[in-house]
């Protein structure tokens, strides 16, 4: 009888412990990387986004979308005057495209200089613009489209409140 309750003993811990491997496993695999974010358009114009080169997103002016950043990628942006059709007849009047980063806990748009990354973090020496995008801010990963003024659109008809 002894040697039966040892053996229970043995198997309940070799239960725990099998346990606790697959419970660390699990939890490993859930610490990959997932941040949802948001693309701004506080301009006038259409923008469109695509992330890692999948189909593009059309947002509209003073509209937001959110994006999950779930691996290291690439964001390309393109401003247009109008709403691009299917043919894609319209000319952008800005793009960009920038690099992101998406690692454990953290999503981030890297640009900027590579001096000093230690001491002053990624971007800290403007080398790189991003006007009129504004990336990193208000969080860590958003992209904002900021108002700019362009001569390659028409101005956009007044708008009358009287009759």
């Known amino acids: 009888m002894v040697k039966r309750g040892w053996t229970a ?3 309940r811990g070799a239960a725990a412990l099998a346990l606790a491997v697959l419970g660390t496993a699990s939890t490993a695999s859930l610490a990959s990387a997932e941040c949802l974010r948001q693309i701004v358009n506080r301009s006038a114009y259409v923008l469109t986004a695509r992330r890692d080169g999948g189909p593009p997103v059309t947002i509209l002016p003073g509209r937001a979308v959110q994006i999950r950043l779930s691996h290291p990628g690439q964001l390309d942006f393109a401003a247009y005057c109008a709403v691009p059709g299917p043919d894609g007849a319209l000319r952008p009047i800005t793009q960009a495209s920038f690099d992101y980063e998406a690692v454990i ?20 020496i403007g080398l790189q613009g991003t006007a009129p995008f504004t990336v990193n801010n208000p969080r860590q990963g958003d992209v904002v489209l900021g108002p700019f003024a362009t001569e390659a659109c028409p101005a956009p008809a007044i708008l009358s409140r009287g009759g």
Do not use: M, N
């Not at 806990?105 to 800290?124: E, M, T, V, Y």
């Open 9 to 11: 003993q043995t198997s």
């Open 105 to 124: 806990d953290r999503c981030f748009i890297r640009f900027g200089g590579q001096a000093f990354i230690p001491q002053l973090g990624r971007g800290f």
